[in-house]
């Protein structure tokens, strides 16, 4: 067996799927041939890696509807015909005399299967990661809150909020005070979020209060959210990533947001 012969058996060997003939020529292969032995591990390492990474829960509704959608949509492979086999292989097809139906069928069914676990995993995996920051942002919230550690530098003056977030970060985050527009700065704090240090800045809005946390970086999540009777709201404008978290109405927030934006573009 070549590795023309041999590649396309692959996934399907990685998943068990080859009967004890074709898994004897198979593995005879990979044991003489280094680029299809690697090959056989990427799909080994990508296995345990959806295995490790993707995590078993119920997954939304939109992606379980997604994954039905490709499923209907994907056309049944059609046998090739035996006339296409090369002379070459003639001997194997006379004693395999499925061997291509297989491969267009069965072969690339593997791979496609393979192919979908990957996208199914991922799109899990990535909405996990953006669930997990809106529990993140809520968390810091309520626990500043709680903890009466809201505000770490009390001023409504955003040249002294600045500096003082400023020399505790690796970047300099905008700082405004939007008193005229119903948004008084009370101050600024340092938090924690997807593991990196980020600038916290703390609104007023009548007796609400509005954590904004400001990183040049990207949060990778929707642009609103709500959870355990918080509202989140995100935005990346201006050459930042903005989060704002509170009880206060999600229009609210998008505003804050607009505000902000809107100070931010034109200093």
């Known amino acids: 067996m070549n590795c023309d012969q041999a590649e396309p058996l692959i996934a399907a060997y990685a998943d068990g799927e080859l009967d004890a003939l074709r898994r004897l020529f198979v593995e005879k292969h990979l044991r003489t041939c280094a680029r299809c032995a690697e090959q056989h591990a ?59 139906q297989w491969v267009s069928g069965g072969a690339l069914g593997g791979c496609a299967a393979t192919v979908l676990a990957f996208v199914v995993g991922t799109a899990v995996i990535d909405w996990q990661a953006s669930h997990d920051m809106v529990a993140q942002a809520v968390s810091r919230h309520v626990q500043a809150t709680l903890g009466d550690r809201l505000v770490a530098v009390v001023s409504s003056d955003q040249h002294t909020v600045k500096p003082w977030l400023s020399a505790r970060l690796d970047y300099s985050p905008p700082v405004h ?13 340092l938090d ?34 709500e959870l355990r009777g918080f509202n989140v709201a995100h935005q990346r404008a201006a050459g930042w990533d903005w989060l704002a978290v509170s009880d206060a109405e999600p229009q609210v927030l998008e505003t804050c947001l607009d505000k902000l934006i809107r100070a931010a573009t034109a200093q």
């Open 177 to 189: 005070d939007l008193a005229g527009d119903g948004f008084p700065l009370l101050g600024g704090r």
């Open 192 to 225: 924690t979020l997807g593991g990196r240090k980020v600038a916290t800045l703390v609104y007023g809005y009548r007796k609400h209060t509005i954590d904004v946390f400001v990183q040049p970086d990207a949060f990778h999540m929707p642009a609103s959210n």
């Open 42 to 100: 990427e799909l080994l390492g990508l296995r345990r890696r959806l295995r490790a990474e993707a995590p078993y829960f119920a997954a939304p509704s939109a992606l379980t509807e997604r994954v039905r959608a490709m499923v209907a949509s994907t056309p049944a492979a059609r046998p090739a015909r035996a006339s296409r086999v090369p002379e070459r292989g003639r001997w194997l097809s006379a004693a395999l005399p499925q061997r291509w």
